[in-house]
């Protein structure tokens, strides 16, 4: 496939998709769009590929949200239009493979479509997360409703009211759950690809179900989402027959810095 925002390629199992328009910090415009729609139609039904990591080029910026300059194609009666998300969002895009985000840099607007909706997300301690649209008089709203999910509401607010005049660290990032490790630049995408790879050797059914049932449970009730994940077990392993030699599965222990 060629494409011109972004690079695609497979190894052991693992898709790494690299944002690639550093010129414009990353910022997506309706090209990326596109080929996000393709690569996540690919991801999902490449059965080689058991993980991914969604990484960015360049020096300054993981993503600063929409091209401004470019923008995105846009109908003229507003109840049609869609939300980027659709196209950019690996879960939006039934994606159950699990993605692990290397943040680095800015990470502006448009990025929490990915970082929202990725299962793991580390950054470098350069990196940098703030919502800028209350600033330019727009109304912060998608993005913020995502990361409601993953982060307390109150910190929510906090980058979605204070917009350009605050940027929330990688450290106080990893203090509230939003990222799961810090790193030194120079180390980010090394431990992105290693945790897919170790993710990508584990049995793909039993990966794949795990991210699914937890990612639906999202929007049922406790007591549904207890239920409804009874029945993801039943699947992810068929016949109830084990998938792998418990006795040959090593056991490492992590250290998380």
């Known amino acids: 496939m060629d494409f011109t925002t ?36 690919t991801v999902r039904e490449d059965d080689d590929v058991h993980a991914v990591v969604l990484r960015a080029a360049g020096d300054r910026a993981f993503c600063t949200g929409v091209d401004v300059k ?31 985000c290397c943040v680095h840099g800015m990470a502006a607007g448009g990025a929490f479509y990915w970082i929202n909706e990725s299962d793991i997300v580390i950054a470098s301690e350069d990196a940098t997360f703030f919502d800028p649209h209350v600033s330019y008089g727009l109304t912060a709203a998608l993005e913020p409703i995502g990361l409601a999910r993953k982060i307390p509401v109150g910190e929510v607010m906090r980058i979605a009211l204070l917009g350009l005049d605050e940027r929330m660290s990688a450290q106080r990032a990893h203090q509230i759950g939003l990222v799961s490790e810090v790193l030194p630049r120079e180390e980010l995408w090394a431990r992105g690809a290693e945790i897919a790879r170790i993710i990508a050797a584990k049995p793909p059914a039993a990966v794949q179900g795990t991210v699914r049932a937890v990612w639906e449970s999202l929007d049922r ?14 699947i992810g392993n068929p016949l109830g027959q084990a998938q792998v030699d418990r006795s040959a599965v090593p056991t490492r222990t992590w250290t998380l810095r």
Do not use: C
């Open 6 to 41: 972004v690079t695609y390629e497979v190894a052991g199992h693992v898709a790494t998709i690299t944002l690639n328009r550093p010129q414009a910090m990353n910022s997506f415009n309706e090209a990326m769009l596109n080929e996000f729609a393709e690569l996540w139609r």
């Open 70 to 100: 470019e923008g995105f194609d846009r109908p003229s009666n507003p109840w049609t239009e869609e939300d980027p998300g659709d196209r950019l969002s690996p879960k939006l895009n039934r994606v159950w493979k699990p993605v692990v």
């Open 221 to 234: 009730t406790r007591s549904e989402a207890l239920r409804s994940g009874m029945l993801y077990t039943h």
